[in-house]
């Protein structure tokens, strides 16, 4: 079965410090990869998307994502978080031939630490 | 742009009712998806409507059901309601392909007591 799968329920970091999200999925073939970020009472934001080509995804607000197919990843990195940045992360699938239908992980809380 | 809108915001209903949730997409977006966010279960695709069809449907019971319109709006509908129904209902819209970006909408929280 297709699955996306967040080990991390919750991170902390410092403001100014870097950040790395992990995401591994299980797809019969490489799948389309998403990052969303969903604020508190609000509907998800799309941060990078990755469908071929280059590893590595520029997004929106300074994230970055890296494809590794060997490894079945996709971890979102940011090289200096800001206080704003505290929101909830959802990594996200789609099967390539399977329209619409986003598998989403559990998600990971991010805190940021003034 | 106006972005994906949806109605209502909050609703609450009791047990043994039935609800329906509205979703206007982007203009121009002919793709609708429907996801259910709880605490527990966290993002669980409901169903994708397609130019009015059905394209994707995910493991819910036969309660949640959904249509779409010819102007892309969607509707989505729970009948005889359980408390486990409480959730946040987010609808996202796309132009057509998942290599498009999917929009969310702010979604409606269904409280059921």
């Known amino acids: 079965a297709q699955s996306v799968t967040q080990p991390d329920i919750h991170i902390t970091v410092s403001e100014g410090a870097s950040l790395e999200l992990r995401c591994n999925y299980s797809y019969g073939a490489t799948p389309y990869l998403f990052w969303y970020v969903q604020s508190p009472g609000q509907g998800l934001q799309l941060l990078l998307k990755?469908?071929?080509?280059?590893?590595l995804v520029q997004g929106i607000k300074g994230f970055e994502a890296e494809f590794k197919r060997s490894q079945s990843s996709f971890n979102l990195r940011k090289p200096s978080v800001h206080w704003s940045d505290a929101a909830e992360y959802f990594c996200?699938?789609?099967?390539?031939?399977?329209?619409?239908?986003?598998?989403f992980g559990t998600g990971t809380q991010l805190k940021v630490e003034l | 742009k106006a972005g994906v809108t949806q109605t209502p915001r909050y609703l609450i209903k009791t047990r043994g009712q039935q609800v329906t949730l509205s979703c206007s997409p982007i203009s121009g977006h002919r793709s609708v998806s429907w996801y259910q966010q709880t605490p527990g279960q966290g993002l669980q695709f409901l169903f994708e409507y397609f130019s009015e069809t059905q394209r994707n449907k995910g493991n819910f019971p036969g309660r949640f059901s959904g249509r779409q319109f010819s102007n892309s709006r969607s509707e989505m509908n729970v009948s005889t309601l359980e408390l486990g129904d409480s959730a946040l209902y987010l609808c996202?819209?796309?132009?057509?392909?998942?290599?498009?970006?999917?929009?969310f909408g702010p979604g409606t929280r269904l409280l059921v007591l």
């Open positions: 996200a699938g789609a099967s390539t031939g399977g329209g619409n239908k986003l598998t």
């Open positions: 990755y469908f071929s080509g280059d590893t």
């Open positions: 996202a819209s796309s132009l057509s392909q998942p290599s498009e970006t999917q929009y």
